[in-house]
C-alpha cells in the first residue's frame, strides 16, 4: 500500500515537472482536461455498461449480420490475378 501510494506521488511530481516544461505543458494539461471529465461524471454500474456493451456488439453475434455480410461479399467485385 506504502509503495503504491509513493508511487502515485512521484508520478504526480514528474507529471508536475513535466507540465512546466513548454514543450510537454500543452499535452500534460491536456491530458489533465480529459482525466479531470472523465471522473466528473456519476460512475455507471458494472451491470449497466456490461449490458451496453453487449447490445452494441450482439447485432455482430446474429444470423443476420451474417446473412447480410454474405449478401455484401457477393456484390463486391473481386480483382482477378494476373496470368502468366
Known amino acids: 500500500m506504502a ?5 502515485r506521488r512521484t508520478a504526480a511530481i514528474v507529471v508536475a ?4 516544461i513548454p514543450l510537454f ?6 491530458y489533465e482536461d480529459h482525466y479531470a471529465k472523465a ?9 449497466k455498461r456490461v449490458s451496453g456493451f453487449y ?3 450482439s447485432l455482430k453475434f ?7 455480410r454474405e449478401r455484401h461479399e457477393d456484390n463486391v467485385p473481386r480483382a482477378r490475378m494476373p496470368s502468366s
Open 3 to 7: 509503495i503504491g501510494h509513493g508511487l
Open 17 to 20: 515537472l513535466l507540465g512546466s
Open 25 to 30: 505543458g500543452a499535452i500534460v494539461r491536456r
Open 39 to 47: 471522473n466528473r461524471g456519476p460512475t455507471e454500474l458494472l451491470s
Open 55 to 57: 447490445s452494441r456488439w
Open 62 to 68: 446474429s444470423a443476420e449480420y451474417y446473412e447480410a
